[in-house]
């Protein structure tokens, strides 16, 4: 049986990787919470532009072309030379990609923080700021190679593999497959989410995101405020796909906390809240990616031994649970601001 190229990447291909652009460990390596790629906080002899440490991302292989990770370099340097505190790759040797022994991987400074205090409405007004300067520098161009947050992408053909691949059991494959053909019939009548690229009905229109903008992905400090990690998922969609994974609880807690966002956001940008419509569509699409993205990565040792639920008749029942309150939440009432 073959290894995972995975496998290969140990902590000595680590360092020499880090030497070959002129960054020398001095042994301490400490890898960090990342399942796609491989990524690893790395202590230096020598502070390098006054960081003691940096933090070494390994792409994934073939997940990306390079021309688009060089997008998503390109769009974090925008981002931080408008001043919006996002942490994107080192130029080392002229580059920001650099590739070693089979592997693509580019070296970011360590940011220090920890999860935001969702419950503050401060803390989300300052957030959404923030999240309003991102995307006026996102919607100051295209991106030409990376994909775009859409219906395709991330439901149906997630819910073709999954069934061509016979993934999910027998016993709850039909239920599974009902609803959620019944999720995906919803969330088309959302042109915005069915064909990316243009506005919907309502006018919403799509841009360069972060796209993966749950809390882990932000490092809060009480005297800086956030900073932006991880736009390994930056893509084109509607901009409320920035926000709703900053909602939690019960309606009345998201609404309150939605409101917070909104209020920091329009300090600097109009929020269209025709947007808010697409919010339960764009968590089921999430949901359905993630069952897929689990089965497809599961070659990968590290999923097996973080996941070991993962697959068995109870995840999909789970599931089958899940859809079904989408389903229901996809059929009330938006959100309001």
């Known amino acids: 049986m073959s290894l995972h190229p995975y496998e290969e990447l140990t902590p000595d291909v680590v360092l020499d990787a880090l030497a070959a652009v002129g960054l020398h460990g001095d042994g301490r390596l400490l890898a960090l919470s990342s399942y796609e790629n491989r990524v690893y906080q790395v202590h230096l002899e020598e502070a390098h532009a006054g960081h003691a440490a940096v933090v070494a991302k390994f792409y994934r292989p073939g997940r990306w072309s390079e021309a688009q990770i060089l997008e998503e370099h390109a769009f974090a340097r925008e981002l931080m030379e408008a001043e919006v505190p996002a942490v994107g790759p080192l130029l080392l040797g002229g580059a920001t990609l650099h590739h070693h022994n089979g592997f693509a991987f580019s070296v970011s400074p360590r940011r220090g923080g920890r999860a935001p205090e969702l419950d503050d409405g401060e803390v989300l007004e300052w957030i959404g700021r923030f999240l309003a300067r991102i995307h006026t520098v996102g919607a100051a161009r ?196």
């Open 142 to 337: 295209p991106f030409e190679s990376r994909g775009a947050l859409d219906l395709q992408t991330f439901a149906i053909e997630p819910r073709d593999w999954l069934i061509a691949n016979h993934a999910i059991p027998l016993d709850v494959q039909a239920q599974w497959l009902k609803l959620c053909n019944d999720a995906i019939d919803l969330i088309a009548a959302c042109a915005e989410l069915a064909r990316p690229g243009g506005t919907n009905t309502s006018g919403a229109r799509v841009l360069r995101l972060h796209g993966d903008c749950h809390p882990g992905n932000i490092l809060w400090t009480p005297a800086a405020g956030p900073h932006f990690v991880d736009l390994d998922d930056a893509r084109t969609g509607p901009a409320v796909q920035d926000l709703w994974m900053l909602l939690s609880g019960e309606r009345a807690q998201r609404q309150k906390q939605l409101g917070a966002l909104i209020d920091g956001y329009e300090q600097f940008r109009e929020f269209d809240r025709a947007e808010l419509a697409l919010i339960e569509p764009l968590r089921t699409l999430r949901l359905i990616h993630y069952s897929a993205w689990l089965a497809r990565r599961w070659d990968d040792p590290a999923f097996p031994r973080a996941f070991p639920w993962f697959g068995s008749s109870d995840y999909w029942q789970g599931q089958v649970q899940m859809l079904e309150e989408q389903i229901e939440q996809m059929r009330e009432p938006p959100l309001v601001a």
